[in-house]
């Protein structure tokens, strides 16, 4: 008896396995067919609507004058700070606000054995700082501002928002 049940519970093991298979293999020939469609309908619209040839890159040429115009010493900004889109007020600032995210050291180190380990930032703290920009206002302040519902927009001119100047005196 114990023959028979042993049998037939390697047959009911084999049919699963083969049963799991044959559904693993159907998935990846409809991948394949999905795929080899999505290749098709590319090829129509590729040769329907084909890509330009672009002569003038405006993008390019947009981020070269942000470039060229901020790569300064030091640049007058104005600086409008909004929370959940209402005006809070602007600052004449010294220069391109910087993102509280970005470091002047690598967040990672990659090894060649594939391990990837988060290394501390400068001031020896680990973590992820929070949203927001920083920036120095004119007078040499320096101004962190962040925080859900915060937005802001920055300018080399100033714009007619109404808006309070939020600027300190400098410290005597």
């Known amino acids: 008896m114990k023959k028979?049940?042993?049998?037939?519970?390697?047959a009911l093991g084999i049919s699963l396995v083969i049963l799991f298979m044959s559904s693993a293999g159907q998935k990846e020939i409809n991948r394949a067919k999905d795929q080899a469609t999505q290749a098709d309908i590319f090829a129509v619209?590729?040769?329907?609507?084909?890509?330009?040839s672009v002569s003038y890159f405006t993008e390019r040429r947009t981020i070269q004058k942000f470039m060229q115009r901020y790569d300064k010493p030091s640049v007058v900004t104005y600086v409008y700070?909004?929370?959940f889109g209402q005006v809070i007020g602007y600052y004449?600032?010294?220069?391109?606000?910087?993102?509280?995210?970005s470091y002047l050291v690598p967040e990672e180190a990659y090894?060649?054995?594939g391990a990837t380990l988060t290394q501390p930032n400068i001031d020896g703290?680990?973590?992820?700082?929070?949203?927001?920009?920083?920036f120095f206002t004119a007078e040499g302040t320096a101004v962190e501002f962040g925080g859900?519902?915060?937005?802001?927009?920055?300018?080399?001119a100033p714009l007619p928002?109404?808006?309070p100047k939020l600027n300190t005196k400098p410290a005597k």
Do not use: M, Q, W
């Not at 028979?4 to 390697?10: A, L, Q, R, T």
């Not at 004449?92 to 995210?101: E, F, L, N, Q, T």
């Open 45 to 52: 619209a590729a040769s329907t609507v084909p890509i330009p």
């Open 161 to 163: 928002i109404n808006a």
């Open 111 to 113: 090894y060649s054995n």
């Open 148 to 156: 859900s519902g915060a937005a802001y927009l920055y300018t080399d």
């Open 4 to 10: 028979v049940f042993s049998i037939i519970g390697v």
């Open 92 to 101: 004449v600032a010294d220069g391109k606000p910087a993102s509280i995210r």
């Open 125 to 134: 703290t680990y973590g992820e700082d929070n949203p927001g920009i920083r």
């Open 81 to 83: 700070l909004f929370n």
